[in-house]
């Protein structure tokens, strides 16, 4: 199907296609996002040994994502984008969130307390971002262009460690590093890449998932998972609040609210494309107050993830894709897809056949995703106009972003508060540069 302009639109924002269509259109935006959603909660309870609770988190972060996606699409007392929004689990808080759940652990808190921390921080920070809604246009001026591509490119280059020990077998596994392991990474890796070298944008979409599903049936067929791995639990997941409790550490809690800023200029952008391909303005008092509240929407929907024990939640940009792919911008599809995701997130087997991916076949997606979300950063960078400034306010964050995620002991002998400011890499980068852009002045151009 080829790509449509906004005036090749099939269905405009305020329209209502027919049951059938919102369907099928619904389909094909979960197919986009379905993995996003899933995956950090997956990631965060494999490293942090939350296995038993993890089923129980994948349902509620579908859940928050459902939720989420409704608020955006319904704009319910004037919160949210009033647009086709889809919602999903954040990969740019997993640096923050993985660092808040190793102090939890290393203070003697088991799976409980680590996610009562987890989700207690992302609950108060999600009042920063509710808070910098009714800023965003003097915020963009703080956050640059410069500093988001910095920081989008420190969140990518920092997971890939994650993925790349998933891809090996997952950490403190015997078979760490086996042929089988790295055999069956690899062949995920390639069925998504050469699903991304199709000329057909649907093949593409779903090169992700058919990844996943890909390495799931080979393990399945080579004995790496056994017939009773596959056998669903049929409980139903009830949301209950603050389910583990409550606890707040502010030491842990700066890095997150940075990464809270960021995200905030990140949404600005999503729903931007998601402007341009809907055929609505990008100008004007409309379009900034539809800013204003998307991003106050990415706020309260976070708010409501961390209420449901899940992580915070964001604009996923892939599906501005699908809405030029289908040609439908109507925000009446985010009422099916959020219908969907509550669905589908009740049933707590969804997350016991989740949890059964194996970890080659998770780090082989992973690092893709990864890798995607470095390239995305780089991307950002190569547009803008490198002078000498700019290049080493680049060349000071990165350092000390990515120099903190290889050697993470650096800071080991400074007090906790600087330990736990510093602990992401991403916040890190992030910092140094806003800091590097307000004190270093703007140089003078030359012929």
Same mark, same amino acid.
């Given at each position: 199907?080829?790509?449509? *302009?906004?005036?090749?639109?099939?269905?405009?924002?305020?329209?209502?296609?027919?049951?059938?269509?919102?369907?099928?259109?619904?389909?094909?935006?979960?197919?986009?996002?379905?993995?996003?959603?899933?995956?950090?909660?997956?990631?965060?309870?494999?490293?942090?040994?939350?296995?038993?609770?993890?089923?129980?988190?994948?349902?509620?972060?579908?859940?928050?994502?459902?939720?989420?996606?409704?608020?955006?699409?319904?704009?319910?007392?004037?919160?949210?984008?009033?647009?086709?929004?889809?919602?999903?689990?954040?990969?740019?808080?997993?640096?923050?969130?993985?660092?808040?759940?190793?102090?939890?652990?290393?203070?003697?808190?088991?799976?409980?307390?680590?996610?009562?921390?987890?989700?207690?921080?992302?609950?108060?920070?999600?009042?920063?971002?509710?808070?910098?809604?009714?800023?965003?246009?003097?915020?963009?001026?703080?956050?640059?262009?410069?500093?988001?591509?910095?920081?989008?490119?420190?969140?990518?280059?920092?997971?890939?460690?994650?993925?790349? *020990?998933?891809?090996?077998?997952?950490?403190?596994?015997?078979?760490?590093?086996?042929?089988?392991?790295?055999?069956?990474?690899?062949?995920?890796?390639?069925?998504?890449?050469?699903?991304?070298?199709?000329?057909?944008?649907?093949?593409?979409?779903?090169?992700?998932?058919?990844?996943?599903?890909?390495?799931?049936?080979?393990?399945?067929?080579?004995?790496?998972?056994?017939?009773?791995?596959?056998?669903?639990?049929?409980?139903?997941?009830?949301?209950?609040?603050?389910?583990?409790?409550? &606890?707040?550490?502010?030491?842990?809690?700066?890095?997150?609210?940075?990464?809270?800023?960021?995200?905030?200029?990140?949404?600005?952008?999503?729903?931007?494309?998601?402007?341009?391909?809907?055929?609505?303005?990008?100008?004007?008092?409309?379009?900034?107050?539809?800013?204003?509240?998307?991003?106050?929407?990415?706020?309260?929907?976070?708010?409501?993830?961390?209420?449901?024990?899940?992580?915070?939640?964001?604009?996923?940009?892939? &599906?501005?894709?699908?809405?030029?792919?289908?040609?439908?911008?109507?925000?009446?599809?985010?009422?099916?897809?959020?219908?969907?995701?509550?669905?589908?997130?009740?049933?707590?087997?969804?997350?016991?056949?989740?949890?059964?991916?194996?970890?080659?076949?998770?780090?082989?997606?992973?690092?893709?995703?990864?890798?995607?979300?470095?390239?995305?950063?780089?991307?950002?960078?190569?547009?803008?106009?490198?002078?000498?400034?700019?290049?080493?306010?680049?060349?000071?964050?990165?350092?000390?972003?990515?120099?903190?995620?290889?050697?993470?002991?650096?800071?080991?002998?400074?007090?906790?508060?600087?330990?736990?400011?510093?602990?992401?890499?991403?916040?890190?980068?992030?910092?140094?540069?806003?800091?590097?852009?307000?004190?270093?002045?703007?140089?003078?151009?030359?012929?």
């Amino acid at each position: 199907m080829s790509s449509k *302009t906004p005036s090749e639109l099939i269905y405009r924002l305020d329209d209502k296609p027919p049951i059938l269509e919102s369907f099928f259109a619904a389909i094909q935006h979960l197919l986009a996002s379905f993995v996003g959603i899933v995956t950090p909660t997956l990631i965060i309870g494999s490293v942090l040994g939350l296995q038993e609770q993890l089923p129980y988190l994948i349902s509620m972060a579908l859940i928050a994502s459902g939720i989420g996606t409704f608020v955006q699409a319904y704009k319910p007392f004037g919160i949210g984008a009033g647009m086709l929004c889809v919602q999903g689990t954040s990969f740019a808080f997993l640096g923050a969130i993985l660092s808040a759940g190793f102090m939890a652990r290393d203070a003697g808190g088991g799976p409980e307390e680590i996610i009562a921390l987890i989700t207690s921080l992302c609950f108060v920070g999600s009042f920063v971002q509710i808070g910098l809604s009714q800023f965003i246009p003097r915020l963009r001026k703080i956050v640059t262009p410069l500093v988001t591509g910095i920081v989008i490119t420190s969140i990518g280059i920092s997971l890939i460690k994650v993925g790349m *020990t998933d891809l090996a077998g997952g950490l403190n596994n015997p078979d760490f590093g086996s042929p089988a392991n790295l055999m069956l990474g690899f062949f995920v890796i390639a069925v998504i890449v050469l699903m991304n070298i199709s000329s057909n944008n649907w093949v593409r979409l779903s090169s992700i998932v058919v990844g996943l599903v890909a390495g799931f049936g080979v393990a399945a067929l080579t004995g790496m998972l056994t017939p009773s791995d596959l056998l669903p639990s049929a409980a139903i997941s009830v949301p209950i609040p603050f389910k583990y409790g409550f &606890n707040f550490e502010l030491a842990a809690f700066i890095p997150l609210a940075v990464i809270y800023i960021i995200s905030s200029v990140e949404t600005t952008g999503d729903i931007t494309a998601n402007c341009v391909i809907s055929g609505q303005p990008i100008a004007g008092e409309s379009y900034i107050q539809r800013i204003k509240s998307g991003v106050l929407g990415d706020g309260i929907n976070s708010m409501i993830a961390a209420v449901l024990n899940s992580f915070p939640n964001t604009t996923f940009s892939q &599906n501005t894709g699908v809405i030029q792919l289908t040609g439908i911008a109507s925000r009446h599809i985010g009422m099916y897809i959020a219908g969907i995701l509550v669905f589908i997130g009740l049933f707590q087997g969804v997350g016991d056949i989740l949890q059964q991916i194996p970890k080659p076949v998770l780090g082989g997606a992973t690092l893709v995703m990864f890798g995607t979300v470095a390239a995305a950063g780089i991307k950002i960078l190569a547009s803008e106009y490198i002078d000498r400034r700019k290049m080493i306010i680049i060349a000071v964050s990165l350092g000390l972003g990515l120099g903190l995620a290889l050697v993470p002991d650096i800071f080991a002998k400074t007090p906790d508060l600087i330990q736990n400011i510093f602990s992401s890499a991403a916040a890190t980068a992030g910092l140094t540069a806003m800091l590097l852009s307000l004190i270093l002045p703007e140089l003078k151009e030359q012929e």
